[in-house]
């Protein structure tokens, strides 16, 4: 590369892509908001009736949505600056079309959870993954953490499904790091 400049790792630099995408939706959602205040100026009141309650219903919705996304990307941050990545084995249970994806980890030979990927299904199998039976894990496997195709360019939320099994990781200094990383709040795992 020229000028001694090194291209980020992958993690850091998909990361970056997935907060870069949730502060243009911001930006989006608040230009739209303008464009809604914009359009009103100048009319009649009767003829801004279905404006006002469309942007009343709607747009309040879009940026509490937005402002939980940014909110869960900072968490996924903390857990990932927490936690190493690690490889694990997996494999994908099938589960109906309209269930949540799901992702099962072999921690250890008689520890394999299943973990919910969320806030939103992806399709980490394909999703950019040389090894689709081989998965990167962050966190804690009692109380989720960030998964990654190979490589960690794609960091995806999971938590486990039920919450707060036991398994590898018990104990004292394994559950304060799991507070830190907000894995855990108040005694009780975080479910997005």
């Not at 980020?8 to 908001?33: Q, S």
């Not at 359009?39 to 509490?64: E, H, I, M, N, T």
């Not at 008689?110 to 039976?133: E, G, Y």
Request: glycine share 10%.
């Amino acid at each position: 590369m020229r000028c001694g400049l090194r291209a980020p790792p992958p993690t850091a630099a998909g990361h970056r892509r997935l907060v870069a995408r949730r502060w243009a939706w911001l930006v989006l959602v608040l230009l739209l908001t303008g464009a809604a205040v914009r359009a009103g100026f100048g009319k009649p009141v009767r003829d801004l009736v279905g404006l006002a309650v469309f942007s009343l219903c709607v747009y309040p919705l879009l940026l509490w949505v937005t402002s939980l996304a940014l909110r869960r990307t900072a968490r996924v941050s903390r857990i990932l600056k927490s936690y190493p990545w690690r490889a694990y084995p997996c494999d994908y249970p099938r589960r109906a079309a309209e269930s949540p994806k799901v992702i099962r980890v072999r921690f250890a030979d008689d520890h394999a959870p299943v973990l919910r990927l969320t806030p939103f299904a992806v399709d980490l199998a394909r999703k950019q993954n040389p090894s689709p039976d081989l998965i990167w894990f962050a966190g804690d496997p009692r109380y989720g953490g960030v998964i990654s195709p190979v490589g960690g360019h794609f960091p995806v939320r999971v938590v486990p499904e039920p919450p707060g099994g036991g398994g590898p990781g018990d104990g004292a200094e394994a559950d304060v790091l799991a507070e830190r990383a907000e894995l855990v709040k108040g005694g009780r795992v975080r479910r997005t």
